[in-house]
């Protein structure tokens, strides 16, 4: 920063188009200078270690070169020499915000390769937890985007209730961010007791909390003066910069992969995907509000319908199914050794009553098959796995040789296709609007880097 | 997960009673491979998108191709070390039919590919994290330089013969 | 004019003490012993209301945040802001071989001195005040902006991009912000006769009480108008671009530490307080209390303070309660002592009501951008002010074309003449022109939204 | 799976009504749901006098359950230090006595580097490694993370209670 300012290559005059710019006229007759200016790697609204090197000429930005890999730890190349299972932990990490899709992608790439069935209740309690992780995203999106807009209050609204489902999170997986709790062909635990009437109770809570957001933000001049019309994308730039998420969403287009590509058991719940047409920073804002208020919907229709109910309940059947085999167990043992003075039972009663003996339904489970983790091997192959995650798509793309080991992970992280467009959104607007349209984008810098 | 057509059939993978049948193209590759293009059918990946060889000779011819059938997002390239030979596979997504295709191409000796930016921009940083990473170097590339290491690394971190020789680095060694 | 007031009492003091207060050159050294003391009391005040006022703005942030704020050092963390000064003050003083030191120095004190001289403008009663000038108005606002000097040379000074765009931002900012609060001011100007801040606050004391003070009678356009550009002038929230925390990092303070750093931080408070303070004594009655100038049941009307209004019943006439409490208690000037406390109450419950909301503000607003300000306070606080200017002419005009303050109270008959214009003034003329900005807010919208989509 | 256009909840640009007016207004509704939150309950946790309530599965310092007696639990299979995607954090050294039985004569795990994700516990055969509601680590040297058997040791009640709270049979021998 200490620099002095380099002499202009190119005057700004030379450039041609820079008059038609978005709202902001040159007055060409004024001898100006361009000035490089390096944003970050350490800066307060570029949200992790990015480093962005803009040519601005007063406060319009003319150039823009993003630098990233500040953040890298080699996640692709950890993969390689751990263990499936003790590389899951470490995923977490890549995308710190909504780290239960991570675990979604790499655990669903591996149940595609070893073939593993995944019980009802166990996709259920991950699609509540993913919803969840979805509204806390969002929720830290809304509040720091507020924040670089410079309103601070909102900044803690939104962590008030991100803390309430971070409580959630700490009581199912016992981690309120690294959560590493989805398994392959199951979950760690099953949900601690009570624990769907504690979800009820949070997400009752948030759509007046979301009202008050709105009230704050939503319709303030100075929100929509910063937002409205500021990094207008067409449908066309996204797909050339590989963008997804709310962003493709923004720009009318209803890109989301549960409606278009149901993981899970999304064709089993009803949503709408929210969609807006401007493709502005203002239509990012609204649409991510939306998808805040859909994800409730959602936690509320899968809470209802939940296989096995709560897990006192399951956990107070499963009992009952232990003594009834209890007794059938005892009773074999009596038809074989009878003991003296007593009659033995009818072998053919037995065989019948273990025939009708009731038996936990597959899908009230939380593990599928049981692996076991410390030499599971999925068979060689491969499998390119994506999820909507809050960002966009979020792809895992997983080659196995046979071993313990993975040969390859690769991840398509959201945020680093997100990234790229942020150039060409940002040449010829303001300098302000930097923080407007990169907060907009929503980027994590570790999923950037990995 | 995310195809028009059922899961993948294992039989594919598990070998039959038999000596194991050349595998058939799937819908796409059939309908690429009538426009005379030239590919190779991989089968299914385990989640079910299909996977199509390209030579790195019809991978410009392929694509566009691809793309004029709507494929039109690219979602990421990927470089794979084989130790003896490096692959870029492209995935590549349909905003049309929301499929997911799967392209691998084995780079030749000298570890080039054509670059797929002309076609899909977004390839750019992609191809340049390929190329940071492993070594695969992108024929046409517009600005094919480092992006995730810094700019004076030596040597591709993700191949398997990679050894941490810089002598620049110091580290904490316990 | 009031004789009896703090500088006229330095005076007689000194007479008392034996100096020939006639004599030219006595008064030379006297002009200068007052200058010197007043600073010392400045300096003294406007520190104790800045560390109030920076635990207040945390304390209320936290409020409105559901938070506690802070309640570690001291009883509910009053001891706060005296533990951040102590940090800062043995803070080490970092300064780079690219800065230029002379100007990097100067900057801080640059920015503080016109801050603490607008102290001494301020009438807190009619006592205590620095100095009462009958161009008072006009010089408060001309030493206003000197400090933006300030700000433009430490983001020169520091050697710093984002500095310099803050300090280039404050310039802009400060020129743009000038005109319409010097704007909103003459309206006031014109009303009261007199720029003499002392003045202006008697001029406010009417039969409608809080109604009669400037900020309604005049226009309230005239008071929105100030408050906005007080706010920009100080570089509040919203308004806060020269420092803009996430974008320009501190703006044009990110290279300083220490001391000096701790000097940009009390010039700002400071400023936020005179800048509330000079809002409450343009509109906001000044030490008048609530019902002042408000008729009595009895006869007369309310005195400025209600001390000193003879509400107390005695011999058959009604006395002021100070004046019962000094006969009653037989201390000598008791009666006047307690109608300067309640005068400087008044004043300073008023100027924490303003200050109050700008840290409200603060909680609430995001920023602005550069364009956005400009245009606001060129397109639209401007014309507004121009507006409400010319309203205040021909009402002044109107009602009282003998052009006499004494029938400015007189009777309500005289007001209705009055209350038809501005009624018609301020809400036709303000009304076309919002419809008329808001076409053109609406067009530019339209032309952005035309920008490609899907 | 399903061509279907997908369904849409299509948000409305907002309308283009009187920005001057509305704007205040609309400056007003948020300034008054900022000041309606004055009143509520402070959400702060003053934390080193109250301590947050934590979740019995939290995932916090490792401990060492011992058996119901106080002896060790821990038969030295060494599937925690494998399963641990840290290189060598958990290093257990043993032996075996005259009757084949593992004695676990030292068992360290080096707490600055742990990332507290819990694969340790899960593969655990014996439920002996375990998790505490404790994140109170902090200490003024690298060397002093590195807790050794000693300090993992959860001595007979202590792991007798930790059992029963986590839904374990509590006494085992």
Redesign the interface.
């Known amino acids: 920063m200490t620099t002095a300012s380099p002499a202009p290559e190119l005057s700004l005059r030379d450039k041609p188009g820079f008059s038609d710019l978005q709202g902001v006229t040159v007055e060409h007759g004024l001898n100006t200078q361009d000035m490089v200016v390096n944003i970050g790697p350490q800066h307060p609204s570029t949200h992790g270690v990015l480093r962005l090197v803009t040519t601005i000429n007063g406060e319009i930005v003319k150039d823009m070169e993003p630098v990233i890999g500040y953040l890298h730890r080699s996640k692709e190349k950890m993969a390689e020499g751990?263990?499936y299972?003790?590389?899951?932990?470490?995923i977490?990490r890549v995308e710190y915000l909504s780290s239960f899709y991570d675990h979604y992608v790499y655990v669903t790439a591996i149940e595609a390769l070893a073939d593993l069935k995944v019980p009802k209740r166990v996709e259920y309690i991950r699609m509540i937890c993913m919803e969840l992780n979805r509204i806390t995203s969002h929720l830290l999106w809304f509040g720091t985007f507020l924040l670089d807009l410079g309103a601070t209050?909102p900044f803690f609204?939104a962590f008030?209730e991100r803390?309430a489902i971070f409580?959630l999170f700490?009581?199912?997986?016992?981690?309120r961010m690294?959560y590493?709790y989805f398994r392959f062909g199951g979950v760690?635990?099953d949900a601690?007791p009570g624990w769907l009437d504690d979800v009820r109770k949070v997400i009752n809570e948030l759509p007046f909390r979301f009202d008050?957001y709105e009230?704050?933000?939503n319709?303030?001049?100075i929100v929509?003066d910063r937002c409205?019309g500021v990094g207008v994308t067409s449908y066309q730039d996204l797909l050339d910069y590989g963008v997804t998420g709310p962003s493709m969403?923004a720009c009318?287009v209803?890109?989301?992969m549960r409606?278009?590509?149901?993981y899970s058991c999304y064709?089993e719940v009803e949503f709408?995907?929210?969609?807006?047409?401007?493709g502005d920073v203002?239509?990012r804002y609204?649409?991510r509000m939306?998808e805040m208020r859909?994800s409730i919907r959602i936690v509320h229709q899968l809470l209802d319908n939940m296989p096995g109910g709560d897990s006192a309940e399951l956990r107070k059947l499963e009992k009952e199914h232990a003594k009834v085999a209890e007794e059938i167990a005892a009773a074999k043992k009596r038809v074989t050794v009878a003991k003296k003075n007593e009659e033995a039972p009818n072998a053919a009663d037995v065989a019948k009553m273990a025939e009708k003996a009731p038996e936990l339904p597959f899908d009230y489970r939380t593990t599928g098959q049981k692996v076991n983790?410390?030499v599971f091997k999925p068979p060689a192959g491969e499998a390119f796995s994506m999820v909507e995650s809050p960002r966009g798509m979020l792809g895992c793309y997983l080659v196995s040789d046979g071993t313990p080991k993975a040969y390859r992970v690769k991840w398509r992280g959201a945020s680093f296709s997100n990234l790229t467009i942020l150039p060409s959104m940002m040449i010829g607007n303001l300098y302000p609007d930097l923080m407007a349209i990169f907060g907009s984008l929503d980027i994590i810098l570790p999923e950037v880097d990995r | 997960m995310s195809?028009?057509s059922p899961p993948a059939n294992k039989a594919d993978k598990t070998p039959a009673d038999d000596a194991p049948e050349p595998i058939q193209h799937g819908p796409l590759g059939k309908a690429l491979a009538d426009k005379g293009l030239t590919l190779e059918a991989l089968g299914d990946d385990a989640v079910g998108n299909e996977t199509l060889g390209v030579a790195c000779a019809d991978l410009l011819g392929v694509a566009k191709a691809l793309r004029d059938d709507g494929f039109d997002l690219l979602l990421s390239v990927s470089g794979m070390d084989y130790k003896e030979y490096r692959q870029s596979v492209t995935h590549l997504y349909s905003t049309k039919?929301?499929q997911t295709v799967t392209l691998k191409t084995d780079a030749g000796g000298d570890d080039t590919v054509p670059s797929l930016v002309p076609i899909w921009p977004a390839a750019d940083w992609h191809e340049r994290e390929s190329y940071d990473l492993m070594g695969i170097h992108y024929e046409g590339h517009p600005d094919l330089r480092r992006i995730l290491m810094p700019i004076d690394w030596i040597g591709h971190p993700l191949r398997k013969d990679y050894k941490e020789e810089d002598p620049r680095l110091v580290w904490n060694r316990? | 004019m009031n004789p009896y007031n703090l500088p006229n009492w330095f005076v007689w003091l000194h007479a008392q003490l034996g100096f020939n207060v006639a004599d030219p050159g006595v008064q030379v050294l006297l002009v200068l012993a007052w200058g010197v003391t007043l600073f010392t009391l400045i300096a003294v005040v406007a520190k104790a209301a800045v560390v109030f006022m920076v635990l207040m703005e945390r304390k209320v942030l936290?409020?409105?945040?559901?938070?506690?704020g802070p309640?570690r050092v001291g009883p509910f963390g009053l001891l706060q802001t005296l533990a951040d000064g102590v940090k800062l003050l043995f803070k080490e003083d970092v300064m780079t071989p690219q800065q230029d030191k002379f100007l990097f120095t100067l900057a801080p004190a640059i920015f503080i001195f016109p801050v603490f001289v607008l102290f001494a403008f301020v009438p807190f009663t009619d006592f205590l005040f620095g100095v009462a000038l009958p161009v008072g108005a006009l010089l408060v606002f001309a030493l206003s902006s000197i400090s933006v000097i300030g700000m433009v040379l430490a983001g020169w000074a520091s050697n710093n991009k984002y500095s310099l765009l803050g300090g280039m931002r404050s310039a802009a900012q400060a020129i743009s912000y000038e005109i319409p609060l010097v704007l909103a001011v003459l309206a006031v100007v014109l009303f009261a006769g007199s720029m003499n801040l002392l003045d202006i606050v008697e001029a406010q004391r009417g039969p409608l009480g809080p109604l009669s003070w400037y900020w309604f009678y005049i226009t309230p356009l005239a008071f929105i108008v100030f408050l906005i550009s007080s706010i920009a002038e100080v570089n509040r929230i919203p308004f806060d671009l020269p420092e803009a925390e996430s974008e320009l990092v501190s703006g044009y303070n990110t290279e300083y530490s220490g001391m000096k750093f701790a000097m940009f931080f009390l010039a700002e408070y400071a400023a936020l307080f005179v800048m509330c303070a000079l809002t409450v004594v343009f509109f906001f009655g000044g030490y008048n209390s609530l019902l002042a100038g408000v008729a009595l049941p009895w006869g007369g009307t309310m005195e400025a303070t209600l001390i000193s209004t003879p509400m107390i019943p005695m011999d058959g006439e009604m006395m002021p309660l100070g004046v019962w409490l000094q006969q009653t208690l037989h201390v000598p000037n008791l009666s006047w002592l307690l109608d300067q406390l309640e005068k400087i109450s008044w004043m300073v419950l008023k100027i924490y009501t303003f200050i109050f909301f700008a840290m409200?503000?603060r909680?609430?607003?995001p920023r602005l951008k550069p364009d956005q300000l400009m245009g606001f306070s060129w397109k639209f606080l401007i014309p507004l002010s121009l507006i409400n200017l010319f309203a205040v002419g021909v009402q002044r005009f109107w009602a009282y074309p003998n052009n006499s303050l004494d029938t400015l109270f007189n009777s309500i008959t005289t007001h209705i003449p009055f209350l038809i214009v501005w009624a018609v003034i301020v809400f036709g003329g303000v009304g076309v022109f919002?419809?008329l900005?808001?076409r053109q807010?609406?067009a530019k919208?339209?032309k952005r939204?035309a920008a490609p989509s899907a | 799976?399903?061509?279907e256009?997908?369904?849409?909840?299509?948000?409305e640009?907002?309308a283009?009504?009187?920005?001057?007016?509305?704007?205040?207004l609309?400056?007003g509704?948020?300034?008054?749901?900022?000041?309606s939150?004055?009143g509520?309950?402070?959400?702060?946790l003053?934390y080193p006098e109250v301590l947050p309530d934590?979740?019995?599965?939290?995932?916090g310092r490792l401990c060492l359950l011992t058996k119901s007696d106080g002896t060790d639990l821990c038969i030295g299979c060494k599937?925690c230090a494998?399963?641990?995607?840290c290189d060598?954090l958990i290093q257990i050294e043993m032996h075996r006595d005259g009757d084949k039985k593992p004695v676990i004569d030292q068992f360290t795990i080096d707490m600055g580097r742990c990332?507290?994700?819990?694969?340790c516990t899960?593969?655990c055969p014996v439920d002996c490694i375990k998790?505490l509601p404790d994140f109170e680590l902090a200490d003024y040297s690298r060397e002093a993370l590195v807790l050794d058997k000693y300090d993992l040791t959860l001595k007979g009640e202590d792991a007798d209670e930790w059992r029963r709270t986590h839904g374990l049979a509590p006494s085992v021998t």
């Open positions: 751990r263990s299972f003790q590389y899951q932990p470490t977490d209050s609204y008030r803390e409580k700490e009581d199912i997986t016992g981690a690294m590493n760690n635990a601690p008050e009230a704050i933000a319709k303030n001049p929509m409205i969403r009318g209803a890109q989301d409606k278009t590509n149901p064709n709408d995907v929210p969609t807006a047409t401007e203002y239509a609204k649409v939306a859909e983790l410390m | 195809d028009a039919t929301y316990r | 936290a409020w409105v945040t559901q938070r506690k309640n409200w503000l909680g609430t607003l919002c419809m900005m808001s807010l609406n919208t339209r939204f | 799976m399903t061509n256009p997908s369904k849409s909840q299509h948000i640009a907002p283009d009504d009187n920005r001057v007016l509305s704007g205040l609309e400056i509704r948020g300034l008054k749901t900022v000041l939150h004055v509520r309950e402070a959400v702060t003053e934590l979740s019995v599965r939290f995932h599937a494998r399963v641990c995607p060598d990332i507290f994700c819990g694969n899960e593969v998790m």
